[in-house]
């Protein structure tokens, strides 16, 4: 086949979605080039914006970083410019420093705030539409609430200390929530009584979160009371200034802060294209997503418009986005291979999830599922991981767990704070050092002397690998470091034996299991079936632990050490060869995966190293601007 060129414009949901399956799709085609353009060089999780605005995450929590995303794809070339047009006689798609050859174009150029011309939003309010509206407002909140603490008129500072926030959709209730959930950060912050702070949702529709149930926006509408958020309905906001709002019923309400979160509009750029324009600005598609205008252009998600199933059109969300991408990119495929492109739209809306904060959320799965509270959160957090997940990417996988459950402050997070806490791994050093000496200790005796492990007596004390006359003996009491040679031996001493510094109370140390449990013998015994291997297993059972041991002193990866020493420890529970008085061993070993190896240890070294080194190699070099091939 000759050259294609499909260029993907925009890397939002739609985008991102759209060039991964087409780039496995094409990835044997040497023919097929996928361009993705986007102004940034990140994909921005749009839905995550309002944990930025209220800083429960990091700034750089919501980026991803695209060459991290497509870094695999080699099909994949990555542009980061704006779009300005699209050049339909001579098929370029033009940006502001070049242009593209095409063949089909994808457009995902997404939405952006509408204000419907509302006098003063432009001037004095907020919007919450991109990562740079989110860091704009996070930096206005703390500076009002700063100026309020110290604002000693009490007209000036009630409006330095009221946030406003207007419409009552995904972005305006998830916003107020978030909001009130930092409040008493904040407040502490400047030395206020949390109390100053207030928080009103104004909505001009007689009920609030219209596009759910009742009975979850009636829920969600009783927690937002319960935490005193005031909540205006049939409350249209007509003027902004910036210190108070002009109210429809001619009344003002005082706020230094107006979030305006009451419509979305097409992102403005969309009138370049010379495509058919509806409602919004966006721009009008038929049932496979191409532009009515052109068939070898497709306009996907937000910024499409298909009256198929409402005269609104489709909902703009991301299940919206990623359905019509869908429908797109298999049109592009079928038209590449000569075959109709003539797949229709689906709708298919699975539910909607929505957080009030980072404890409190109401989800309505598949319209049967109502859940509220601790479950409600838990489905949103599993299907954003989801999507990492569906865009094959671990590393941002890896990220979010850290942001939304280990690495939080404030104890912003579903546990309400239990799982997060940052603290100095050099109190777990001690441990460390004495989890190591323990191995060395232990290793010692397996490693010298009539003892040793590397002689030829048979130190595994079960009893399908002990001579017929005692086999049906049981393993029971043996241990890892004094198991005899023989089944006699085995026997007699498994009551005394001692593992590694263990002591004995005036009483025999108790065992954890008297004998192996039934499915653990059955593994054991499949896995170590005869002697042979029974002494290969011993020999390398002490050099492991000898190794364990050492990187553990040394603070050589700590994390896997840690992980494996619990990991021996439990086996050695199971297979009926340890004492209650070494259990102390298990939590000892999970709390040094605390990264203790880079408190006096090697890994403050070697692990940043090979982060680099990995990196590099799997990522590439992280730059700011993607290069491609350009027509100039
Ligand atoms: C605060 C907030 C909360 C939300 N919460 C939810 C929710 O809980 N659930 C839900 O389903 N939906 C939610 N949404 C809606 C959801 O984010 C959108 O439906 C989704 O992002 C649309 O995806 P998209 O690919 O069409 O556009 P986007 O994800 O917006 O991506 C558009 C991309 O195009 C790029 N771009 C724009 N113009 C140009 C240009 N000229 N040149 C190059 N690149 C350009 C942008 O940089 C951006 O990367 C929320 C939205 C917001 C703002």
Same mark, same amino acid.
């Given at each position: 086949?000759?050259?294609?060129?499909?260029? /993907?414009?925009?890397?939002?949901?739609?985008?991102?979605?759209?060039?991964?399956?087409?780039?496995?799709?094409?990835? *044997?085609?040497?023919?097929?080039?996928?361009?993705?353009?986007?102004?940034?060089?990140?994909?921005?999780?749009?839905?995550?914006?309002?944990?930025?605005?209220?800083?429960?995450?990091?700034?750089?929590? /919501?980026?991803?970083?695209?060459?991290?995303?497509?870094?695999?794809?080699?099909?994949?070339?990555?542009?980061?410019?704006?779009?300005?047009?699209?050049?339909?006689?001579?098929?370029?798609?033009?940006?502001?420093?070049?242009?593209?050859? +095409?063949?089909?174009?994808?457009?995902?150029?997404?939405?952006?705030?509408?204000?419907?011309?509302?006098?003063?939003?432009?001037?004095?309010?907020?919007?919450?539409?991109?990562?740079? #509206?989110?860091?704009?407002?996070?930096?206005?909140?703390?500076?009002?609430?700063?100026?309020?603490?110290? $604002?000693?008129?009490?007209?000036?500072?009630?409006?330095?200390?009221?946030? =406003?926030?207007?419409?009552?959709?995904?972005?305006?209730?998830?916003?107020?929530?978030?909001?009130?959930?930092?409040?008493?950060?904040?407040?502490?912050?400047?030395?206020?009584?949390?109390?100053?702070?207030?928080?009103?949702?104004? $909505?001009?529709?007689?009920?609030?979160?219209?596009?759910?149930?009742?009975?979850?926006?009636?829920?969600?509408? *009783? +927690?937002?009371?319960?935490?005193?958020?005031?909540?205006?309905?049939?409350?249209?906001?007509?003027?902004?200034?910036?210190? #108070?709002?002009?109210?429809?019923?001619?009344?003002?309400?005082?706020?230094?802060?107006? /979030?305006?979160?009451?419509?979305?509009?097409?992102?403005?750029?969309?009138?370049?294209?010379?495509?058919?324009?509806?409602?919004?600005?966006?721009?009008?598609?038929?049932?496979?997503?191409?532009?009515?205008?052109?068939?070898?252009?497709?306009?996907?998600?937000?910024?499409?418009?298909?009256?198929?199933?409402?005269?609104?059109?489709?909902?703009?969300?991301?299940?919206?986005?990623?359905? &019509?991408?869908?429908?797109?990119?298999?049109?592009? $495929?079928?038209?590449?291979?000569?075959?109709?492109?003539?797949?229709?739209?689906?709708?298919?809306?699975?539910?909607?999830?929505?957080?009030?904060?980072?404890?409190?959320?109401?989800?309505?799965?598949?319209?049967?599922?109502?859940?509220?509270?601790?479950?409600?959160?838990?489905?949103?957090?599993?299907?954003?991981?989801? +999507?990492?997940?569906?865009?094959?990417?671990?590393?941002?996988?890896?990220?979010?767990?850290?942001?939304?459950?280990?690495?939080?402050?404030?104890?912003?997070?579903?546990?309400? !704070?239990? /799982?997060? *806490?940052?603290?100095?791994?050099?109190?777990?050093?001690?441990?460390?050092?004495?989890?190591?000496?323990?191995?060395?200790?232990?290793?010692? #005796?397996?490693?010298?002397?009539?003892?040793?492990?590397?002689?030829?007596?048979?130190?595994?004390?079960?009893?399908?690998?002990?001579?017929?006359?005692?086999? !049906?003996?049981?393993?029971?009491?043996?241990?890892?470091?004094?198991?005899?040679?023989?089944?006699?031996?085995?026997?007699?001493?498994?009551?005394?034996?001692?593992?590694?510094?263990?002591? $004995?109370?005036?009483?025999?140390?108790?065992?954890?299991?008297?004998?192996?449990?039934?499915?653990?013998?059955?593994?054991?015994?499949?896995?170590?079936?005869?002697?042979?291997?029974?002494?290969?297993?011993?020999?390398?059972?002490?050099?492991?632990?000898?190794?364990?041991?050492?990187?553990?002193?040394? !603070?050589?990866?700590?994390?896997?050490?840690? !992980?494996? &020493?619990?990991?021996?420890?439990?086996?050695?529970?199971?297979?009926?060869?340890?004492?209650?008085?070494?259990?102390?061993?298990?939590?000892?070993?999970?709390?040094?995966?605390?990264?203790?190896?880079?408190?006096?240890?090697?890994?403050? %070294? =070697?692990?940043?190293?090979?982060?680099?080194?990995?990196?590099?190699? %799997?990522?590439?070099?992280?730059?700011?601007?993607?290069?491609?091939?350009?027509?100039?």
């Amino acid at each position: 086949m000759a050259q294609k060129n499909i260029v /993907i414009v925009g890397a939002g949901f739609a985008g991102v979605y759209a060039t991964k399956r087409l780039a496995k799709h094409f990835k *044997r085609d040497k023919d097929v080039t996928i361009t993705l353009i986007d102004r940034h060089s990140y994909f921005t999780y749009m839905t995550e914006l309002h944990e930025v605005a209220a800083d429960r995450v990091p700034e750089d929590a /919501i980026q991803y970083d695209l060459q991290r995303l497509f870094c695999r794809r080699k099909n994949v070339k990555l542009v980061t410019d704006t779009v300005t047009t699209i050049d339909r006689a001579n098929k370029l798609v033009k940006t502001k420093h070049g242009a593209y050859p +095409y063949d089909y174009v994808m457009l995902g150029i997404g939405s952006e705030p509408n204000d419907f011309g509302t006098p003063g939003v432009k001037e004095h309010g907020f919007t919450l539409g991109s990562w740079e #509206h989110a860091v704009q407002l996070k930096e206005h909140i703390k500076d009002v609430v700063r100026r309020g603490a110290i $604002e000693h008129d009490p007209a000036k500072r009630k409006a330095l200390l009221s946030i =406003v926030v207007v419409g009552s959709g995904f972005t305006g209730t998830e916003t107020i929530g978030e909001l009130r959930d930092w409040r008493d950060t904040l407040a502490k912050e400047s030395k206020l009584d949390p109390e100053e702070i207030s928080f009103a949702l104004m $909505e001009m529709a007689p009920t609030i979160m219209n596009m759910l149930d009742r009975s979850d926006a009636d829920k969600a509408e *009783r +927690y937002l009371l319960k935490r005193g958020v005031k909540v205006m309905k049939n409350t249209g906001v007509v003027g902004v200034h910036d210190d #108070h709002v002009d109210l429809k019923d001619g009344s003002t309400y005082p706020t230094a802060t107006l /979030i305006w979160t009451a419509g979305v509009k097409a992102t403005d750029q969309a009138k370049n294209f010379g495509l058919t324009q509806a409602h919004a600005g966006r721009i009008v598609v038929d049932e496979t997503m191409a532009s009515k205008d052109d068939k070898n252009i497709y306009v996907v998600g937000d910024v499409s418009f298909f009256d198929g199933h409402s005269d609104r059109g489709e909902p703009q969300i991301v299940q919206g986005a990623e359905a &019509s991408a869908h429908t797109a990119l298999v049109n592009i $495929e079928n038209a590449m291979a000569g075959k109709p492109a003539d797949v229709a739209y689906k709708a298919s809306y699975s539910g909607f999830m929505v957080s009030l904060g980072s404890k409190y959320g109401v989800a309505n799965i598949m319209g049967w599922l109502h859940l509220s509270g601790f479950f409600a959160m838990l489905m949103k957090h599993l299907v954003n991981m989801l +999507y990492f997940l569906q865009n094959y990417s671990g590393y941002y996988f890896f990220q979010y767990m850290m942001h939304e459950f280990f690495r939080t402050r404030n104890d912003r997070n579903i546990m309400r !704070g239990h /799982i997060s *806490r940052q603290g100095n791994v050099l109190w777990t050093l001690p441990a460390r050092l004495y989890l190591g000496a323990m191995w060395l200790v232990d290793v010692s #005796h397996k490693i010298s002397g009539d003892a040793s492990w590397f002689l030829p007596k048979l130190r595994l004390p079960f009893d399908w690998l002990m001579p017929a006359a005692t086999s !049906g003996a049981s393993a029971a009491g043996a241990d890892a470091t004094s198991a005899a040679s023989g089944a006699a031996e085995t026997t007699t001493t498994a009551a005394k034996a001692v593992f590694s510094l263990s002591y $004995e109370y005036g009483k025999e140390p108790m065992m954890v299991f008297d004998k192996m449990p039934s499915w653990m013998y059955s593994i054991t015994k499949a896995m170590i079936p005869n002697q042979d291997v029974a002494f290969f297993m011993q020999r390398t059972m002490t050099v492991v632990e000898l190794l364990i041991g050492l990187a553990l002193v040394a !603070g050589l990866f700590t994390f896997v050490c840690g !992980g494996v &020493s619990a990991m021996f420890t439990m086996i050695f529970c199971l297979s009926g060869m340890f004492y209650w008085t070494n259990m102390w061993m298990i939590p000892v070993a999970i709390a040094v995966m605390n990264g203790s190896g880079r408190a006096f240890g090697l890994d403050k %070294w =070697v692990v940043p190293y090979l982060q680099k080194t990995f990196g590099k190699w %799997w990522y590439g070099t992280p730059k700011a601007l993607y290069d491609s091939d350009v027509v100039k």
